[in-house]
């Protein structure tokens, strides 16, 4: 039987990339999927027959980097030509649109104000990029790389100039809302602002934590923080990296769940020695690294007992409430929403930081939200493929949804929260009631299931400030590899973070060969 | 896993103070009776005694006869289920593989980095079926080392099972007056029997914390009475008398034992970094079974292992009379170079010499040691430095410990 010299677990984007890395390095690596197709959250779903989507609808912050280093291009990525804007829809007031660094539909001081800000925060976002794509240092470490590495992150912050760098370490850490306030006077700006510091996470406006880091991380890929649509879709992506990972020498094999990760111990200690697939195959290998989120990968399917006390219970406290539903519409005919020419982009139901801070509210204590906020974006107006001709699919984020609700998820609830958000889809794109043939709604409790992840969590762990950088997703798993000897995280769950960046597993790799 | 923790105090509204008053054992009535002194302390929450008459006399009943010491505030806890093993194996340094039903065994326990949360005992009940016994509470911790065992029921039943120590030459005699004689002759150290009584059943270990010959009795919470009185009135003729906190202090430094606070901080309530210890560095690396692929704190204890331990716990014999009690050790007569500090001291009755523990670092173990000792007479201070030479074996070790049939004194 072959003997790996790596198996990667999980194809998703961070497990392909990391395949990629090692097998172009020289090793050989077998990516092990559970899922029919690869891509996980980013691969398209069929909710309806002809119908289809991702989860993950748009692309933000993809490192160019991994884009060259893999050819991406050449094994069919292709870029968007242009990002999209993002527009705040209203009932009946005119959308006010965000673009690039442009705003239309607000006052002149707002107008002036963001373009302003936009400046500061890419200059922020620049002086941070270098360590999206460094192993973050071990605490307490003195070795010679880990002290660079920290004092390559003061003389960025410092190099901003006096100004900047204070002002980076005022609002590092501000609530999205105290940010928006002092700049801006629009509602639905201010809302717009803080939703793309937010998204994907257990946090509202008012909460002191990490979303101006987010938005600081995202704006670290192509368009600058902009969302964007390839024009084969985020499934293009997820093809051209398997494709890429196979032209390097990587096996990937789908519709093949592992069991458990399994470990031969003696005197000399323990060690990783391979995988226990679903059906009872062993697989040897030297290493094992899973793009699997944490709790999953070293309480699931390696286990508990194998690793030390403290630790495992550290891993079991990780904060993995997901907190986004998704909602998929299939339509007879393209959506008109009120004051929206060509809806193209992501269209933003979110009127003011009360209404997202609210649904917060409501979701924390179990409840849906009385008025959810959500993200829409009508993908087949991007890409051809996931609708028969002339129907299209809506596509919708809708924040703050919680994985359990006080009497659980059963399917009077879901049919309840799916009418509710297409009667208020309704009031913003009349007559889309009329138009919807089909509907799907993926709870967090549901992602969890179909995709494998802890919570339903987009990011896997959390990413406030207790599980960022050198603390994710927790001390001692930071640098990538575990208190195992031969088993590495390559997800979310480590540094820097989710959304299809891939720096996780690009990291990941680097720190197995090195 | 499942834990079955004991249930919270009921408030009362007689009295607003329920809950934090000491809890009385369930020997209190005769302990109470004998506390003639009525010098009471506390341990674990249950009122305890320091002394009954003068802890010296006590200390010498344990070496000359025998003496009952109360080890229900022990903190004990049934270990039960297919994984009850595994559980505790990796949980503890030792192999607990090797442990038979019907056996105990002494181990310790550590957090992740190696440094000691508590030691105490394991008894083998059944095939699936353990009891822990420690000084300290640690449900907590059993807890989280149970996370990932699916088939392991943990319960605390310190106050359901009654414990009583039986030390000193004469405890076999006793015994064997009480009834149990045929049981216990043949048990051999770190073994433990179960024979009927009164009804019930008493679970006898050979066991203790004096370093003499001696035994544990474990018994329903609800028979302690009349297992005292059964005791009690087999004893009479063999000096038995209760025995509190003093007396073991002294029992168990003559017999090298380590004590909680004294030579070890648990590693969980040290704030102070590495103000808590390593087995390593507190001589008890015989604990350490690195055979095993995994326990808590392995890797950590292995890499001390390799580059060795800046301090170790070591028995001092010191010249001259004086109790060495928190004296600070030198490498010179100078007292310039510090290179430890004394753990525990007194003037051992039974060796007829100075003794302590100390821990002291371990390059200075090759030259000369030298205690600092300030002691008191009639209220003036005086200062003297003692040569202190290190001993390997158990300052008090007689052959009747462990001898089997034990003697019948």
């Known amino acids: ?514 | 896993m499942n834990i079955v923790a004991p249930a919270d105090p009921e408030l009362s509204s007689d009295d607003r103070f329920a809950g934090e008053r000491l809890k009385l054992s369930p020997f209190h009535p005769r302990q109470a009776e004998l506390n003639i002194r009525d010098a009471w302390s506390a341990w674990n929450g249950y009122k305890f005694a320091d002394y009954y008459y003068e802890a010296t006399y006590e200390y010498f009943c344990i070496r000359n006869t025998c003496g009952t010491y109360d080890i229900c505030p022990m903190q004990k806890f049934l270990v039960e289920g297919e994984d009850a093993l595994a559980m505790l194996d990796r949980m503890v340094t030792r192999d607990l593989t090797k442990l038979r039903v019907n056996r105990i065994t002494y181990c310790c326990w550590c957090d992740d980095t190696g440094r000691m949360i508590d030691d105490g005992t394991i008894f083998r009940l059944d095939d699936n079926r353990y009891m822990l016994t420690c000084g300290s509470p640690c449900l907590a911790w059993l807890a989280k080392s149970a996370l990932g065992f699916d088939k392991v029921t943990i319960t605390e039943h310190t106050e359901q099972l009654a414990g009583l120590s039986l030390q000193g030459p004469t405890s076999f005699s006793t015994l064997k007056n009480m009834g149990v004689g045929d049981a216990v002759a043949e048990l051999k150290p770190f073994g433990f029997t179960r024979v009927p009584f009164v009804g019930t059943e008493l679970m006898i270990s050979r066991t203790g914390f004096t370093g003499d010959l001696g035994y544990e009795l474990w018994i329903d919470a609800e028979y302690a009475l009349p297992l005292w009185d059964a005791l009690y009135e087999a004893g009479e003729d063999y000096g038995i008398q209760p025995y509190g906190e003093a007396a073991t202090n002294m029992a168990r430094l003559e017999a090298g034992f380590i004590m909680p606070y004294m030579e070890f901080n648990e590693a969980p309530k040290t704030i102070n970094f590495e103000h808590d210890q390593t087995p390593l560095e507190l001589n008890l690396g015989w604990l350490v079974d690195f055979k095993k692929p995994h326990f808590n704190g392995r890797r950590a204890l292995l890499e001390q292992k390799q580059k060795g331990t800046k301090q170790l716990l070591v028995k001092l014999d010191i010249e001259g009379n004086k109790p060495a009690e928190e004296a600070i050790l030198y490498d010179s007569k100078g007292c310039r170079n510090q290179i430890g500090y004394v753990t525990s001291a007194m003037w051992s009755p039974s060796v007829k010499a100075n003794i302590a523990l100390a821990m002291i670092d371990t390059k200075a173990l090759t030259g000369e040691i030298w205690a600092e000792i300030y002691h008191y007479k009639e209220l003036r201070p005086y200062r003297k430095v003692a040569k202190c030479k290190v001993q390997d074996k158990p300052f008090w070790m007689p052959p009747r410990a462990r001898q089997t049939p034990p003697g019948e004194f």
């Open chain 1, 1 to 514: 039987m072959k003997h790996y010299d790596t198996l990667v677990i999980g194809a998703g984007h961070n497990g392909l990339v990391c395949a990629s890395y090692l097998a172009k390095a020289g090793q050989s690596v077998l990516v092990l999927e559970a899922n029919e197709t690869v891509g996980g959250l980013a691969a398209t779903r069929e909710f309806h027959p002809g119908f289809s989507a991702p989860i993950a609808h748009t692309l933000v912050g993809l490192a160019d980097t991994i884009v060259k280093d893999l050819d991406l291009e050449s094994h069919g990525f292709k870029a968007a030509a242009q990002a999209l804007p993002l527009t705040a829809v209203h009932p009946s007031d005119a959308p006010i649109q965000i673009d690039g660094s442009s705003v239309t539909g607000v006052g002149a001081d707002d107008s002036a104000t963001y373009q302003a800000l936009q400046a500061q925060l890419r200059r922020f976002a620049d002086a941070l990029a270098p360590f999206w794509e460094s192993t973050m240092p071990r605490i307490g470490s003195t070795s010679v790389a880990d002290l660079f590495t920290f004092g390559k992150l003061g003389l960025k912050l410092r190099m901003l100039g006096r100004d900047d760098m204070l002002e980076f370490m005022r609002v590092a850490t501000l609530p999205m809302r105290d940010l928006a306030d002092e700049s801006f006077d629009n509602e639905r700006l201010k809302a717009a602002l803080c939703w793309d510091g937010l998204l994907g996470s257990k946090l509202a406006p008012r909460s002191p934590n990490q979303a101006v880091l987010t938005v600081l991380n995202r704006m670290a890929g192509k368009h600058g923080g902009q969302h964007s649509i390839p024009p084969n879709g985020i499934n293009g992506l997820m093809n051209a990296l398997r494709t890429a990972a196979e032209a390097n020498g990587a096996e990937v094999r789908t519709s093949t769940p592992v069991q458990k990760i399994t470990v031969e111990g003696d005197e000399n200690g323990q060690r990783i020695s391979g995988v226990q697939l679903a059906n009872g195959e062993e697989i040897k290998a030297d290493k094992v690294v899973s793009s699997a989120d944490p709790k999953t990968t070293l309480l699931g399917l390696l286990g508990a007992p194998q690793l030390e006390i403290d630790f495992s219970n550290r891993i079991r406290r990780l904060r993995t409430d997901g907190y986004v539903a998704k909602l998929h519409l299939a339509l007879s005919g393209k959506p008109a929403f009120q004051g929206v020419a060509n809806p193209e982009g992501r269209l933003l139901i979110a009127p003011t930081m009360d209404t997202i801070e609210f649904a917060y509210d409501n979701a924390k204590y179990g409840e849906v939200p009385e008025e959810a906020v959500m993200e829409v974006v009508i993908p087949t107006l991007s890409q051809n493929d996931l609708a028969p001709t002339g129907s299209h699919v809506l596509s919708a984020h809708v924040m703050y949804v919680p994985g359990k609700i006080k009497g659980g998820w059963t399917d009077a609830a879901k049919q309840s929260l799916t009418d509710q958000l297409i009667a208020q889809l309704e009031a913003h794109a009349p007559g889309i009631g009329e138009l919807v043939e089909a509907s799907e709604l993926l709870t967090p409790e549901d992602l969890e299931r179909d995709y494998h992840v802890s919570g339903g969590h987009w990011h896997h762990a959390e990413p406030a400030m207790d599980q960022l950088l050198m603390m994710r997703p927790t001390y001692e798993a930071a640098q990538y590899n575990t208190p195992i000897p031969g088993l590495y995280l390559c997800g979310a769950g480590s540094h820097p973070g989710g959304d299809i960046n891939g720096n996780p597993g690009r990291n990941a790799a680097k720190e197995m060969l090195s």
